[in-house]
């Protein structure tokens, strides 16, 4: 079994970025993801990488387009307002197909908010906060070690895809400590990029662009793309808990599948049969997963920090076959897994209310 070391979650993804073969990091200060800027610029220089403090949000996604066009593996990382002000460049990235990896350690909002986690940037992570028809795999982590593994993940799905790829994380993940096993460094050389800029004049130069004027052409780049984005919905997975004889299914991810599996253990010692989808990937979505579940369970419950967002897309998965409740808390206020539990309580007594008038309706 691999060592085991303490670390913080921004720290442990810095960490992970570099294993996976990052040597171009570019970023700007924005808690709660402070601590990965700030491991970067130690860091990177040591393994003959680049970590540049860049003036703004918007000029650190540029020089990460610059770098990616490049051919090298690069990342950038902020919060929320933070990423909100990259979504320009984000398009651009996906536009010109461009591997890189953007990370997202979500505070509470609209509008600078407050510092504390929340999960309210899920409409702006796969919806594609940028102008146009793109999209980006996003996956989302619940543990430090994940924040690791998905992490290397990330940019090996970046270069397969030449598309930008979205960790999303939020404050408690990013600032909480937990052993992780930190796999060996990269080591075979990255995927060849015969598409990259080398400076080259004449007929070895290569242009990157995503400047169509004729809307003939720009159509047909756009059905281009659209056809890699239908080949990454095989990226689409989720973990599933307690599912085998589950009445009510929650469905929750990040941080907050944490609180929900601590809240479905008690309901059980309360003879709440209760289980959880947690989906891994929030693009693709794991609509599968959910769209089975729909067809043997009686109820479903989603919870999120934040006022009800994710809960849209089981909504669709579910398309009616099953009640869709919902419970969120939002502005960096985190739900402890009695309050899931007193939800999952009301939501078993109106199963048992539906039994009663089914039954009676069939005498």
Known sequence: MA????????????????????RFFAGYPITPQNEIPAYMARRM????GVFIQAESELAAINMVYGAAGAGARAMTSSSSPGISLKQEGISYLAGAELPSVVVNIVRGGPG??????????????TRGGGHGDY????????????MVDL??????????????????GDGILGQMMEPVALPPAREAPLPPKPWATTGAKGPGRRIINSLYLDPVVLEQRNLWLAEKYARMRGLARAETVGMEDAEICLVAY???????K????????????????RPVTLWPYPTVSIREAAGRV??????ELSLGQMVEDVRLAVDGKAPVHFYGRTGGMVPSPREVLEKLREVAAGMGKRRVVAAGAGA
């Open 151 to 168: 992490t290397m993940e990330a940019f090996e799905v970046a270069d397969a895809y030449r598309n930008p790829v979205l960790v999303l």
């Open 135 to 146: 999209r980006t795999p996003v996956f989302a982590p619940n543990s430090v070690q994940e």
């Open 262 to 277: 601590g809240a479905m253990q008690m309901a059980r010692r309360e003879g709440i049969r209760a289980g959880l989808i």
């Open 45 to 48: 220089p040591r393994v003959g």
């Open 298 to 303: 009686e109820a479903f419950l989603v919870v």
């Open 3 to 22: 060592e085991r070391i303490l670390l913080k979650g921004n720290e442990a993804l810095g960490e992970a970025a570099i294993l996976a073969g990052c």
């Open 112 to 125: 600078l908010g407050g510092i504390q986690p929340a999960q309210s940037d899920y409409f702006q992570a």
């Open 254 to 260: 990040g941080a907050t599948s944490r609180i929900v």
